[in-house]
């Protein structure tokens, strides 16, 4: 039975990443409350948060340092313009992130969501090149299957049609180039001993388009919307050789696997490159505020220095560029991770999820893979393991196991056929193994309950 807030909501909200019918029959959930990885809803009943709410909660829910860290700035300062001001938590703020970020990325600028730190990223890098007399380096290379924000920039980079094909007479003309796929490999090989001889695409398109190429902008080591594909370091590293040997700028799009989802602060780490822009947010304020981050060189920052009658300035600007609350919680974020160790813990709350998941789903029939990089674990499910033949779209499999989980206690967000765990660090091991064996189950119960309907439509 609908509650009085869920008609409330259906009345007047207009929910994201939603067909608002699908509410018709399934309305949104009223969350009360949360604490650590679980959420309360309006009757009290927990969920297991498994995707970090969207992929921002590092350290739970109403977690007490941040919060007293986020009430003590709001009784001192709540916002202030950044054109001409600042303050002191937006420079400890820059100052740490330079010194934990790779090499030579050095100077900060701020915005305030993932998207627009990618639509900054792309700009500095367009203007960039006009300022460095190259004016016909104008256009932008991504991969397949990318995701990187919905603005109409991030957008035009972006390559999942769900998101971006109704708008493709906006977007800027990108060009694409096949990204890796180890799961359906075309060259037979395996992450763990491949000499990633796929990048060979991306050196062809390099190669073709460098006189009017601005930048390539990559998801470092796990393209998440596109379904959790993860591939191996060494890619990045050569793509970085790339670059460079082409004049071509690397961005990489850390804001879904920065702070330490890859089992490293930074996914660049692995790969042991200093791209020439790093876009940052999600887990920067740990689900508490939003707040992102370009980081750069002083090389492309002294493009943008020099006298104010040459407009060279970057003007670029947000209202809340640089505000004081989020940069304090985003402080107490990364002084939690010094703190604790958390980079430590994640390793090993990784490594068990991984041993535990490969052995329960390794024997269910339609689960081609399961793969893990960090502390974020995929299932791919499939209708043939054969062939790795996916389910048909539209049975909406993810979505059902995901109504399944939801009535057991567990929030698990599907992308398309595939199942991901992207939990808070606080989670114990107990708490890893319930929601493995949650998720085992409603993937269990909906496989079941599809075999008998199949039946029944064969007679």
């Not at 799009?253 to 602060?265: I, K, L, N, P, S």
């Not at 703190?339 to 990784?350: A, R, S, V």
């Not at 033949?389 to 049975?395: A, L, Q």
């Amino acid at each position: 039975m609908i509650s009085d807030m869920q008609r409330r909501d259906l009345r007047h909200v207009w929910h994201p990443c939603s067909q608002m019918k699908d509410y018709e029959e399934f309305p949104p959930i009223v969350i009360k409350s949360g604490k650590g990885i679980y959420l309360y809803d309006e009757n009290g009943k927990a969920y297991i948060d498994a995707v970090s709410s969207w992929w921002v909660n590092l350290f739970g829910h109403a977690n007490e340092r941040i919060s007293d860290a986020l009430a003590e700035q709001a009784r001192q300062l709540e916002h202030v313009i950044f054109a001409n001001f600042t303050h002191e938590p937006a420079v400890r703020l820059a100052e740490k992130l330079a010194r934990i970020t790779p090499e030579g990325l050095t100077k900060v600028f701020f915005a305030d969501n993932g998207s627009s730190a990618v639509e900054v990223a792309l700009k500095m890098s367009f203007q960039y090149h006009k300022q460095k007399n190259k004016p016909n380096k104008t256009r932008f290379l991504a991969l397949s299957n990318a995701y990187h924000g919905e603005t109409l920039g991030a957008l035009s980079v972006g390559g999942v049609g769900l998101y971006n094909e109704v708008f493709q007479p906006l977007l800027l003309q990108t060009i694409r180039a096949e990204g890796p796929d180890c799961f359906r490999c075309p060259f037979q090989e395996r992450p763990e001993s491949c000499n990633t001889p796929c990048i060979s695409i991306i050196e062809e398109k390099l190669k073709r388009h460098r006189e009017e190429l601005s930048a390539v902008i990559i998801e470092p080591l796990i393209q998440a919307a596109a379904g959790m594909k993860m591939y191996p370091p060494g890619y990045v590293s050569r793509l970085k050789q790339l670059c460079s040997q082409y004049d071509v700028h690397l961005i990489a799009d850390e804001v879904a696997v920065g702070f330490g989802r890859t089992g490293t602060m930074f996914a660049c780490e692995q790969a042991g490159i200093t791209p020439d822009f790093m876009c940052l947010s999600k887990g920067l304020t740990g689900g508490y505020l939003p707040l992102s981050v370009v980081m750069t060189t002083d090389e492309i920052y002294d493009a943008f220095y020099d006298e104010y009658e040459t407009m060279k300035a970057f003007l670029h600007s947000h209202s809340y560029t640089g505000n004081p609350l989020a940069c304090r919680v985003a402080l107490e974020v990364l002084q939690i991770f010094e703190d604790e160790k958390y980079i430590e813990q994640i390793q090993d709350k990784g490594a068990y999820m991984k041993e535990l998941a490969s052995q329960v789903f390794s024997g269910q029939p339609h689960v081609g893979e399961y793969r893990q990089t960090g502390m974020v674990g995929a299932i791919e499910l499939i209708q043939d393991k054969a062939t790795k033949e996916p389910f048909p779209s539209e049975e909406r499999v993810g979505y059902q196991i995901y109504k399944i989980a939801l009535e057991k206690g567990l929030l698990l967000r599907p992308l398309g056929n595939v199942l991901y765990f992207m939990p808070p660090y606080v989670i114990s091991k107990e708490e890893i193994q319930s929601m493995i064996m949650i998720a085992n189950e409603s993937i269990q119960q909906y496989l079941e309950r599809r075999q008998d309907q199949l039946k029944v439509l064969k007679k």
